[in-house]
């Protein structure tokens, strides 16, 4: 079809430029040709992924590594519900993602019910809103008010359906309509109950989850601890909210079970959950043996279930009520969190596993020595993400990438690929479970010219769920695989290859790969023994 313009589809891109997207994550299909001609029209680059699933992650990604609405670009039925987990994914972290898909003609459909499916009414479930475009006027305006969503903290999912004849038809301009939005700040009396709850307490702390974890945010949160002695206690999600060199810093919980970092747990009395929700680490995990009172500090209302139910809600902009509380005239005992710092820091440091092959504590630990400020680690999902999370020391709030709230696997790849798009020294660690998942999308990295080390713990099966069967006296069953030559995998992609049988060659790979241009995959066999220590 030749160009024409403005169209609904044109409309749509202006509004979305409008809002900030510099970028489209996307796989072009017969019904969203109108959107790829108007991202061509107006100039949006369009990163072509080589699966649904792959351009979501990046989508989310970048969302939570930019802090603006991220947008991902999908075809009707197979290809929209590819973006499932990906959305649901961005929905409980709270990463603002705009998916854009589309669909059979609303008028004139000669295929009748050919690949109609109702994504729509698949998607209203699991994410923020989910809406079809049936008024080529109306495009612009549906599309803002799915970005509104989107953004409004904590961030959110959405989805928009846009049927192909709608996209291509003509509109009177190609609006342009932007969300300016200022975020609603928490009650003073609110505050001032906080500082009072604290006030009486003997051995506060903070656990600080995903919402604490952006610039503004992490900032105030910094701020507070260093005027008040207040320590912090992190989620998986919420690694790297204060660094956790600072002696504030009660490093993380690692495994959904009591572990080293409930030390500090155990002797508290009252704990502020700061961006904290239940679904990016079970409540019960941290709670079922000290069932302590708890504070809500958030952008949104708590969602509550067994083991968080918290006696007072402080809603409004985090980064705003951190700023007053460290303002307040507040000071507690840093004794026992200095104590409990102290006992971790041992625990962690006295751990370790056979001298006789690599384990995931081995990576870890070659990895930490190396890190600097603007890199960041990605982790695809499977019993390596615990020890990171136990032993990785993030020192910024992008240190550490992983998803503790889908725990989906097939997006370590895609986190790293986008990190390092975005000028990040990005490495990836993916289990060769979750690597061949979306291995396509190595020529992805390879095609944006990235620099980037993917490190493959390779254990030939599904580790994590090879380890719970072992745990629960069951055969091993089910959970064995047979992989490629991952080093001729990674050449046959244009990819540097490398194969290491111990860390001390695994640190000399790690260097040689940091110092060299373009994509570098390390396989690397791992030994899961040391999970005993779990």
Not at 24 to 29: I, K, S, T, Y
Not at 368 to 375: I, K, L, N, S, W
Not at 385 to 391: G, Q, S, T, V
Not at 511 to 529: E, F, K, L, N, W
């Amino acid at each position: 079809m030749p160009d024409r313009g403005p169209t609904a589809a044109d409309a749509i891109v202006a509004t979305l430029l409008a809002n900030g997207v510099d970028t489209v994550f996307a796989l072009p299909g017969e019904e969203n040709l109108p959107m790829v001609s108007a991202l061509r029209r107006a100039g949006l680059p369009m990163i072509v992924c080589r699966h649904e699933q792959h351009a979501g992650f990046m989508a989310v990604t970048n969302a939570r590594l930019t802090g603006r609405p991220a947008v991902c670009l999908a075809t009707l039925g197979p290809g929209a519900l590819n973006l499932a987990t990906p959305l649901a994914q961005a929905q409980l972290i709270g990463a603002p993602v705009l998916a854009l898909t589309g669909q059979k003609p609303a008028r004139g459909n000669d295929e009748g019910s050919f690949q109609m499916l109702d994504v729509v009414g698949s998607a209203r479930p699991i994410i923020a809103s989910a809406e079809s475009v049936t008024d080529p006027d109306a495009a612009a305006v549906t599309v803002a008010r799915a970005l509104a969503t989107a953004i409004r903290p904590p961030g959110a999912a959405v989805l928009v359906e846009i049927p192909e004849d709608v996209a291509s038809s003509p509109v009177a301009a190609a609006a342009t309509v932007a969300v300016d939005r200022f975020h609603p700040v928490a009650d003073s009396r609110a505050i001032a109950a906080v500082v009072d709850r604290v006030g009486r307490a003997a051995r506060p702390l903070i656990l600080a989850g995903r919402g604490s974890v952006s610039g503004a945010t992490s900032t105030a949160l910094t701020t507070l601890t260093e005027q008040t002695g207040l320590s912090v206690l992190a989620t998986q999600m919420g690694k790297g909210a204060i660094s956790e060199m600072n002696p504030r810093s009660l490093r993380s919980l690692g495994i959904h079970r009591l572990d080293h970092a409930h030390l500090a747990l155990k002797e508290a009395d009252l704990v502020l959950a700061v961006g904290y929700r239940p679904s990016e680490h079970p409540p019960l995990s941290w709670q079922q043996d000290f069932n302590l009172p708890v504070i809500h500090l958030a952008d949104e209302p708590a969602d509550r279930e067994p083991g968080y139910e918290p006696e007072l809600e402080v809603v409004g902009d985090l980064a705003t009520t951190l700023c007053r509380l460290a303002e307040a005239d507040l000071a507690v005992d840093t004794d026992w969190t200095d104590e409990a710092r102290r006992h971790i820091e041992k625990l962690l440091t006295d751990e370790s596993g056979p001298d006789d092959s690599m384990d995931p504590l081995d990576v870890v630990r070659l990895m930490a020595v190396r890190q600097q400020a603007g890199d960041v680690v990605a982790l695809d999902n499977g019993v390596y993400k615990i020890w990171f999370a136990r032993h990785y020391p993030a020192i910024e709030p992008t240190s550490l990438i992983l998803d503790n709230a889908t725990a989906s696997m097939g997006a370590g790849l895609a986190s790293a690929t986008e990190a390092a798009r975005l000028g990040f020294r990005a490495t990836a660690v993916v289990g060769d479970g979750g690597l061949l998942m979306n291995i396509g999308d190595l020529e992805t990295a390879v095609r944006l010219g990235v620099d980037l080390v993917i490190v493959v713990v390779r254990d030939d099966a599904y580790g994590f769920i090879a380890w719970h069967q072992d745990e629960q006296n069951r055969a091993r069953h089910g959970v064995r695989f047979g992989n490629p030559d991952l080093v001729g995998l990674a050449e046959s992609f244009g990819c540097a290859g490398r194969r290491v049988t111990s860390a001390d060659e695994l640190g000399v790979a790690l260097d040689q790969a940091r110092s060299t241009a373009g994509v570098t995959m390390i396989d690397c066999p791992i030994d899961y023994r040391i999970n005993e220590q779990l």
